[in-house]
C-alpha cells in the first residue's frame, strides 16, 4: 500500500505570498492528483500528472518521479484559495486505486 | 459543473438501522465511486462500479454494499449502522479509471449513527 505524507499539515500566510505544498510518497506511481476541498466540504480536481509540470492560473503542479515527490505552488495567494488541499496516487500496476493524503489546510490572510 | 448529486445530504439513524445513500450523475460516466472521509484519515474507497451491475470493493467496505442497476445511479448501502460508520461520504465519477483521468465530486452527505 501507497503511503502518502503531505506537509504541511497547516499553513497560514498573508495575501500576496508564494506558497508550497508538499506531498512524498512510499511506492512508484503512475500518476498523481491534485484536488481542492472547500471550506464547504465540496471537492474538486485540480491537476492530474504523471512528470514535469502543469499549470493553471495562478497554480502550478510539479512532480519528481525519482524522488517520490510533488509539489503545488500557488502565486499572488488570495484569501479565496484558503481550503484544504489533497494529494491522491495512483499506479496501473496491482491495486489500481487511488491512495489519498490527508490534506493540507490553507489559510490566506488579508 | 459535473452532474452529480447525493440524497440525503444529511441524515440522523440509530444503531442497527439500514441505511441508502443515492448517488445520481447526469454525465454517463463509466466509473462512479463510494468514499468516506473522517479526520485525521484521507478519503478512503468503500466500494466503486466500473459499469452497470460491475462493482468491487474498496480498502474500507466492511459493513456496507452497492448496486449499480443503471449507469446514473451507485446506491450504497449500509446493512446495519454502527456508530463507526459515522462520517462524511462522497460520491465520484470518472470517464476512465482512477488513475488516469479526474474524478468528479458530490457534494457528500453528513451521516450520524447514534
Known amino acids: 500500500k501507497n503511503e502518502v505524507e503531505q506537509s504541511p499539515q497547516n499553513l497560514t500566510a498573508q495575501e500576496g505570498e508564494f506558497i508550497t505544498i508538499n506531498c512524498s510518497y512510499s511506492?512508484?506511481?503512475?500518476?498523481l492528483h491534485w484536488l481542492q476541498q472547500h471550506p464547504g466540504g465540496g471537492i474538486v480536481s485540480l491537476f492530474m500528472?504523471?512528470?514535469g509540470k502543469k499549470k493553471h492560473g495562478r497554480l502550478i503542479a510539479t512532480i519528481n518521479i525519482q524522488e517520490k515527490h510533488s509539489s503545488l505552488h500557488i502565486t499572488a495567494s488570495h484569501p479565496r484559495d484558503s481550503a484544504v488541499y489533497i494529494c491522491?496516487?495512483?499506479?496501473?500496476?496491482?491495486?489500481?486505486?487511488?491512495?489519498f493524503g490527508t490534506g493540507t489546510r490553507l489559510t490566506i490572510i488579508p | 459543473d459535473a452532474g452529480i448529486t447525493q440524497s440525503p445530504r444529511h441524515k440522523v439513524t440509530e444503531t442497527g438501522t439500514p441505511v441508502t445513500l443515492r448517488c445520481h450523475q447526469t454525465?454517463?460516466?463509466?466509473?462512479m465511486y463510494w468514499y468516506r472521509q473522517d479526520p485525521g484519515h484521507g478519503l478512503r474507497l468503500i466500494h466503486y462500479?466500473?459499469?452497470?451491475?460491475?462493482?468491487d470493493k474498496g480498502e474500507v467496505s466492511d459493513g456496507y454494499s452497492v448496486s449499480r442497476s443503471k449507469t446514473e445511479d451507485f446506491l450504497l448501502t449500509l446493512e446495519s449502522a454502527t456508530s463507526s460508520q459515522t462520517s462524511v461520504y462522497f460520491c465520484?465519477?470518472?470517464?476512465?479509471?482512477?488513475?488516469?483521468?479526474?474524478?468528479?465530486f458530490g457534494p457528500g452527505t453528513r451521516l450520524t449513527v447514534l
Open positions: 454525465e454517463n460516466h463509466r466509473y
Open positions: 465520484a465519477i470518472s470517464g476512465e479509471g482512477p488513475i488516469w483521468d479526474e474524478q468528479f
Open positions: 491522491a496516487v495512483g499506479s496501473n500496476f496491482g491495486n489500481e486505486k487511488l491512495t
Open positions: 500528472l504523471s512528470s
Open positions: 511506492v512508484g506511481i503512475s500518476a
Open positions: 462500479s466500473y459499469g452497470v451491475k460491475d462493482t
